[in-house]
């Protein structure tokens, strides 16, 4: 192949690719070339020239080409490698955040099981053991306080309820203690069974006031129709004498401490209240009742069978019944009374005529 030469110096020309002219790669001079259907040697050497020129620049451009997709193959395997480390990485990120969230939970829940085995398991079984060697120590009173705050632990409830019944002295206003016998549930071939009473007050000398929890017996206030205080009444001999005589033993009856009763003026009705008396066993007057038990549902009074037998009227859903209290009613001739919704009645009822229940009442030191 013929090497196309410059007109001016001789250097070699490098067509252009309109193929119509040429730069002399030396001096720099553009000429015109041989038109192509010449049958000079110079026009067929400048064709084949300019084959060879397209032929390279396509080749140049098809391995710009390639070059161009293995740079963007690169970048798309980059993006997909950050891509894929960022998916790593924010999977490592939630899964330890998973596992840390189920750490604090496991911890937690830990810490609660813990702390309710302390509460419900622990500690009382501590207690308890405390309260036995209390017993064993002849420390009554601490191991009933124990027992009785753990009621529902083992057999804590019976324990404390063996304790009260042996030591009644332990027990705290509200408790219920078991002093004497009386009948009960009209079944006498039986015997007779053991009275409850509720504590009232206690002082602290260990003096107890007391009032049975239901009612006994059922009796008038007073036999004829009279006017009659509290001192002169058949309800107050009959208890400080066949009543006083039959629920206790001669043991028992060196608990019960005679005390002096006041007898207040019934206040809504100007009413005399009587003489002060001496009394091993008495009803409570209208302030005590209001004192001791000051709503209407405390004052609200079972009978027993027995009582029922004896007359007691019962209000047919709940049991209830009216039980006398010592003060005086609207006159003498009446006695104020509990109705059988706990409300007190100071109007009162005939002594003579009504048979009502009776819960006796008492001052006590064991």
Request: proline share 2%; hydrophobic share 35%.
């Amino acid at each position: 192949m013929s090497v196309l030469k410059c007109n001016m110096c001789g250097g070699t020309l490098e067509i252009e690719d309109n193929g119509a002219f040429a730069v002399c790669a030396y001096c720099g001079t553009r000429q015109a070339l041989p038109e192509s259907g010449a049958s000079t040697p110079e026009s067929a050497t400048a064709d084949a020239l300019r084959i060879e020129n397209e032929k390279r620049k396509a080749e140049e451009a098809k391995a710009q080409a390639e070059k161009n997709r293995l740079k963007a193959e690169e970048q798309r395997l980059e993006a997909e490698r950050i891509a894929e480390k960022n998916r790593i990485e924010k999977a490592k990120h939630s899964k330890e955040k998973r596992s840390k969230a189920l750490k604090t939970l496991l911890i937690f829940l830990i810490v609660i099981g813990l702390g309710a085995l302390t509460v419900t398991v622990i500690i009382p079984s501590i207690r308890y053991n405390n309260a036995v060697k209390d017993v064993e120590n002849k420390n009554y009173e601490e191991a009933y306080v124990t027992f009785k705050s753990l009621y529902t632990f083992k057999d804590s409830k019976e324990q404390a309820k063996e304790l009260i019944k042996a030591h009644p002295q332990v027990a705290q206003i509200g408790d219920i203690i078991y002093f004497g016998n009386y009948e009960q549930d009209n079944r006498t071939a039986n015997g007779k069974e053991e009275i409850e009473w509720r504590v009232l007050e206690k002082d602290a000398d260990g003096n107890m006031l007391v009032v049975s929890r239901y009612a006994l017996d059922c009796r008038r206030y007073h036999d004829s129709v009279a006017q009659v205080t509290w001192e002169e009444s058949d309800l107050r001999h009959w208890l400080n004498s066949d009543f006083y005589s039959t629920a206790f033993t001669k043991a028992q009856q060196k608990c019960i401490k005679a005390t002096t009763i006041e007898n207040r003026d019934n206040a809504d009705y100007n009413t005399f209240g009587g003489n002060d008396t001496k009394d091993n066993v008495f009803l409570l007057s209208i302030d005590e009742a209001k004192t001791y038990l000051p709503s209407t549902v405390e004052r609200v009074c079972l009978a027993t069978n027995y009582a029922e037998s004896q007359g007691t009227q019962l209000e047919g859903v709940t049991k209830a019944c009216r039980w006398w209290l010592r003060s005086p009613g609207a006159t003498l001739y009446n006695a104020s009374f509990v109705k059988i919704d706990g409300f007190v009645l100071q109007l009162g009822t005939p002594v003579s005529i009504e048979k009502l229940s009776v819960r006796p009442a008492m001052w006590v030191k064991f």
